[in-house]
């Protein structure tokens, strides 16, 4: 019976990888498409369930109404899951090339992308 599930486990684990290779062009443009400019973006990254929504308005510069609405919008869209009140993205923007601070490089502590920020930081 081992054997059996241990396959089985495989086999799904197989189709899931080829249901997001398939995905993958479609999830990046509805991104594309909900998160137009780098402020809704660098807030959606941030968005992971560890940043209070305060410290997202304050780094992106955000109003809370504007917070709110973006993520409303994500979580209609299914790129954001809500539980308990507590918004949380589903994927990560460098995986789909929409943010300016690639996998592997130095990350700002608060989520920030932009080159000012930056550099302030490194001095």
């Known amino acids: 019976m081992a054997d059996a599930s241990a396959e089985l486990l495989a086999t799904l684990r ?5 249901v997001r290779a398939a995905a993958y ?8 498409d909900a998160l137009p400019d780098t402020k809704s973006r660098q807030a959606y990254q941030m968005t992971d369930g560890a940043n209070a929504r305060d410290s997202i308005c304050k780094a992106c510069k955000l109003s809370p109404n504007r917070l709110l609405a973006l993520q409303s ?9 809500s539980s ?7 994927f990560d923007l460098c995986d789909f090339g929409l943010l300016g601070n690639p996998k592997g490089s130095e990350e700002q502590p608060d989520g920030a992308t932009d080159g000012k920020r930056i550099a302030r930081l490194k001095r």
């Open 14 to 18: 197989e189709i899931r990888t080829w």
């Open 25 to 32: 062009p479609s999830v990046k443009k509805l991104l594309e």
């Open 73 to 81: 919008r994500c979580v209609a869209l299914g790129l954001m899951s």
């Open 84 to 90: 308990d009140g507590r918004k949380t993205r589903l």
